[in-house]
């Protein structure tokens, strides 16, 4: 697609629920990441994929976080048991290739409200 | 963890100013990247420089990178109110050359 689309946009979710967060990079880009931020702060990296390798979960906080990527394209953000601190933007970004050599696109991000 | 901390933390200025925002960080890097972000969502990338670059230039946009006293500058020259946004810096390190590591943000007003 033309760029990095993220779903759903918002989503409400009562404590101790689980929910999806759904990521469509850029077709062609290798590299996926997800960042969230909270009210104010800065990005905190999460995970990030790069073609067939084995992810950096380096940044999920919890296990109760998890996220994969399907055929090297869709990716899906999984958090289990959903606590009030885990209320954020969650964004996504990919790339054509590693850092080191490319600057990221970004999705406009789903805003997650734990109630 | 942050990487980055840019400075100032806000920063307000009037239409046809120039806004200067710095940026430090910790380790040594491959690259530094700036990027901006409206209203709190999706970040857009303005520009990236290389460990071995100075300067960069990218329309009204200037950026400076000093690597022996890792930081960074972006300056922004004749300010419009659409300029308006936070301001990012984000590092990508030597020894780790896969993700972006991200400071936290200036927030930048432009009065018209």
């Known amino acids: 697609g033309a760029g990095v689309s993220q779903s759903p946009s918002n989503k409400v979710t009562e404590k101790g629920k689980d929910v999806e967060l759904r990521c469509d990079p850029i077709?062609?880009?290798?590299?996926l990441y997800w960042y969230r931020q909270s009210l104010g702060q800065g990005l905190e990296f999460l995970i990030y994929f790069q073609g067939n390798s084995a992810p950096d979960k380096s940044g999920l906080p919890s296990d109760r976080f998890s996220a994969e990527r399907t055929g090297g394209s869709v990716s899906t953000l999984t958090i289990q048991r959903t606590q009030q601190e885990d209320s954020a933007v969650y964004l996504c970004?990919?790339?054509?290739?590693?850092?080191?050599?490319?600057?990221?696109?970004f999705g406009s991000g789903t805003r997650l409200t734990v109630v | 963890s942050q990487q980055g901390e840019e400075d100032p933390q806000a920063l307000s200025i009037q239409e046809g100013e120039n806004a200067t925002m710095n940026c430090s960080y910790k380790t040594s890097i491959n690259n530094l990247q700036w990027y901006r972000q409206n209203s709190g969502r999706g970040l857009v990338h303005l520009i990236l420089i290389r460990s071995n670059e100075r300067e960069k230039h990218s329309g009204r946009l200037r950026v400076t990178l000093d690597t022996s006293k890792k930081s960074s500058s972006l300056l922004i020259t004749a300010s419009r109110a659409a300029d308006t946004a936070s301001y990012f810096c984000a590092t990508v390190r030597s020894y780790n050359t896969d993700k972006l590591i991200f400071g936290t943000g200036t927030r930048l007003q432009v009065f018209p």
């Open positions: 970004a990919s790339s054509p290739g590693p850092g080191f050599n490319y600057g990221y696109t």
């Open positions: 077709s062609g880009h290798t590299a």
